[in-house]
């Protein structure tokens, strides 16, 4: 449905829409439906599939509306790149480079079934530990050929960047265990800033009960000292002060 490839359009470093988005109005939408009503109505809930003869039937305005079929080898086009739909690390052997550590095995082993660390978890520092030796070796030998016989070097850079892919692939396949641990130590952090914002309410929230308490015990004081006295003078005033004083003190501290 979409049209042909065009080079300079994926080439671009800001390329314009594609031209069939003008075909995604609310018109074209509603006729798209008004279409699909009666299919699904009478193939069923079981498929909801539409027929292709009537696809193919559709306007070729209303056909843009319909999400495309994925692709057979699993790849697409995003702005003159390829990439995978399963979103995936590819292996060292499908990039056509050499693999010079052992590959993960395909399925849990039975000490991973009892939630205990496999040997080949426990095992990837020592591989790097043994590239960067191998990097080491390697990088002496390529300093002795150029000063043995210099028109050889290209043999052991060949080696040296052979050893740097692996370690850099080895150590991307810790991305994912990265991304989760990342997750989890934001959400403890926004757990913890809950907490303590919490406990801090319930802190002011004790201030201002003890505070309503002393106000009204002040309060009953005053009103016995009024039934008592006809003109409470000076002390009446020292008890508002004090309950003033009280109130400054929760509410800017």
Do not use: C
């Amino acid at each position: 449905m979409a049209e042909p490839h065009q080079g300079h359009t994926h080439a671009a470093a800001f390329p314009a829409p594609p031209p069939f988005f003008k075909h995604f109005t609310a018109e074209n939408l509603s006729r798209l439906k008004d279409i699909q009503r009666p299919n699904t109505q009478s193939v069923g809930d079981g498929d909801s599939s539409t027929n292709q003869t009537e696809l193919e039937n559709l306007p070729d305005e209303l056909k843009y509306l319909i999400p495309p079929i994925p692709p057979d080898d699993g790849r697409y086009w995003n702005f003159g790149d390829r990439y995978n739909i399963a979103d995936r690390l590819p292996s060292l052997e499908d990039q056509g480079i050499t693999q010079i550590y052992p590959s993960q095995p395909r399925s849990p082993t039975a000490n991973e079934s009892d939630g205990t660390q496999s040997e080949w978890t426990q095992d990837r520092a020592v591989i790097l530990r043994k590239m960067a030796e191998s990097l080491l070796l390697n990088f002496l030998e390529l300093v002795g050929v150029l000063a043995i016989s210099p028109s050889e070097f290209s043999r052991k850079i060949d080696d040296l960047r052979i050893i740097f892919i692996n370690a850099h692939h080895l150590l991307n396949e810790y991305r994912p265990h990265q991304a989760r641990e990342t997750l989890i130590l934001m959400m403890e952090e926004q757990l913890e800033r809950s907490r303590a914002e919490t406990a801090g309410i319930m802190r002011m929230k004790e201030k201002v009960e003890s505070v309503l308490s002393k106000l009204a015990s002040s309060l009953n004081g005053l009103e016995s000292s009024g039934r008592q006295q006809r003109n409470p003078g000076n002390k009446s005033l020292e008890k508002h002060g004090r309950i003033w004083d009280a109130l400054d003190e929760v509410l800017g501290g």
